[in-house]
């Protein structure tokens, strides 16, 4: 625990003490209990985790749970992604954050949005465990390189934005939204995330394999090996069967019997995409 949580914790505990004298006195406990949702809200109170130990919350208000808004991956995914789309900007979520920059609220009645923001660098598989980016190929997407992804979600549909940086200069890459997270292995992350399922599997079909019932992202990198891409969808994930980005050896093919190939798989990120509710 650092300095600043240390104080913010004492101060906490200095209250709690006075709260519960006053209670014992029969004092009122709501003024106290406004208090504690106060701190709460403005960062007086650390997070705790299952174990009861403070730690950083592991999901922000913003919905990014890989990189935090302070640290130098959260300021680069919000730099280069944006903080939402121009359509959601009058828009609060639905746990009453004020909307734009007039403090209103959401009304109740109003559509949901949802974001989800992660962004972390590239490593190679490690020898135990494993990581949320994790790269095959080190010399088409090098260690250290980094990866950002960015959903929003409505009753309309999803959007998903992808950023990277630090690949490899001129290349065009594939990239797709897969079912499942990474693994050791480039197959660990299953097949394309598709609206529509194809009943033969792997799915070269060009009814579904598209762009319209996938995810494709697919990209050129630039001069410094940065890239972008963006997927609008009519529809919303399904719960917990949009689980990873992978990036793969080239674009993505379309025709009859090779759609929705793209060739090796050269690294993969996984993301907690939100589904429709």
């Not at 709260?19 to 406990?29: F, L, N, P, V, Y």
């Not at 944006?82 to 746990?95: F, H, T």
């Not at 097949?191 to 599997?201: G, K, L, S, T």
Request: hydrophobic share 30%; net charge negative.
């Amino acid at each position: 625990m650092n300095a600043v949580t240390s104080v913010k914790s004492r101060r906490t505990a200095a209250r709690w003490s006075g709260w519960r004298t006053r209670a014992a006195a029969g004092g009122s406990a709501a003024p106290a209990v406004l208090l504690v949702l106060v701190l709460a809200l403005t960062g007086g109170l650390p997070f705790v985790g299952p174990a009861g130990a403070a730690e950083p919350d592991p999901e922000r208000s913003d919905g990014s749970h890989t990189a935090g808004d302070d640290g130098p991956l959260g300021h680069w995914l919000r730099d280069v992604l944006g903080p939402r789309p121009p359509e959601d900007d009058s828009a609060a979520d639905r746990n009453g954050h004020p909307s734009g920059a007039r403090g209103e609220r959401t009304p109740p009645d109003a559509p949901w949005s949802s974001r989800v923001s992660a962004a972390s660098s590239f490593a190679p598989v490690p020898p135990h465990g494993l990581l949320n980016a994790v790269t095959y190929d080190t010399e088409a997407v090098p260690p250290g390189a980094r990866i950002g992804v960015r959903q929003w979600t409505d009753p309309e549909g999803t959007t998903v934005r992808l950023r990277v940086s630090g690949l490899e200069p001129g290349r065009a890459y594939g990239a797709h939204v897969h079912t499942r997270p990474c693994g050791a292995e480039p197959d660990s992350s299953g097949p394309h995330y598709q609206h529509r399922r194809d009943p033969e599997q792997p799915s070269t079909d060009p009814r579904y394999a598209n762009p319209d019932n996938e995810v494709w992202l697919d990209f050129t990198a630039g001069g410094s090996g940065e890239g972008t891409a963006e997927a609008r969808q009519d529809w919303n994930f399904r719960p917990g069967e949009a689980r990873s980005v992978v990036l793969h050896e080239h674009t993505t093919a379309t025709e009859d019997g090779a759609a929705g190939t793209a060739g090796a798989r050269l690294a993969c990120f996984t993301v907690p995409f939100a589904a429709q509710r």
